[in-house]
C-alpha cells in the first residue's frame, strides 16, 4: 500500500516556474513506474508525465519542453519541475501510480498561473 501527498503548488505569473514534490509512504514505492496527473476546472483528469522505475520518461505534448519529472527512490519522492509556465498549466496537480491506481489519489496541490 503506497499513500502519496503532493505539495509545492501555488500561485505564478506566466514565464515562471514551480517544483512540485509527491512523498509516498509505503516499501514498495521504488518498483512502480509513477506519473504526475492534473485537473483543470471542467475537464478530465490528464496524464502529463510518467517515470518508470528505472526512470524513463515521457511526456503529454504539452509539456514536453517545458516540464521534467524526476524521482528519488531513497526519499521516496517524485518530482515536477514546471518552467516556462501558461495559464492554462492552472489546474490540481495529482501523482500516483502510471498507469493510475484509484486507491492511490491524494488531495492533489493547486496551481494557478496568472499575472
Known amino acids: 500500500q503506497v499513500q502519496l501527498v503532493e505539495s509545492g503548488g501555488g500561485l505564478v505569473q506566466p514565464g515562471g516556474s514551480l517544483r512540485l514534490s509527491c512523498a509516498a509512504s509505503?516499501?514498495?514505492?521504488?518498483?512502480?513506474?509513477m506519473g504526475w496527473y492534473r485537473q483543470a476546472p471542467g475537464k478530465q483528469r490528464e496524464l502529463v508525465a510518467s517515470i518508470t522505475r528505472s526512470s524513463n520518461t515521457n511526456y503529454a505534448d504539452s509539456a514536453k519542453g517545458r516540464f521534467t519529472i524526476s524521482r528519488d527512490n531513497a526519499k521516496k519522492t517524485v518530482y515536477l519541475q514546471m518552467n516556462s509556465l501558461k495559464p492554462e498549466d492552472t489546474a490540481v496537480y495529482y501523482c500516483?501510480?502510471?498507469?493510475?491506481?484509484?486507491?492511490?489519489w491524494g488531495q492533489g496541490t493547486q496551481v494557478t498561473v496568472s499575472s
Open positions: 500516483n501510480r502510471h498507469p493510475s491506481n484509484r486507491d492511490y
Open positions: 509505503g516499501s514498495l514505492f521504488s518498483i512502480y513506474a
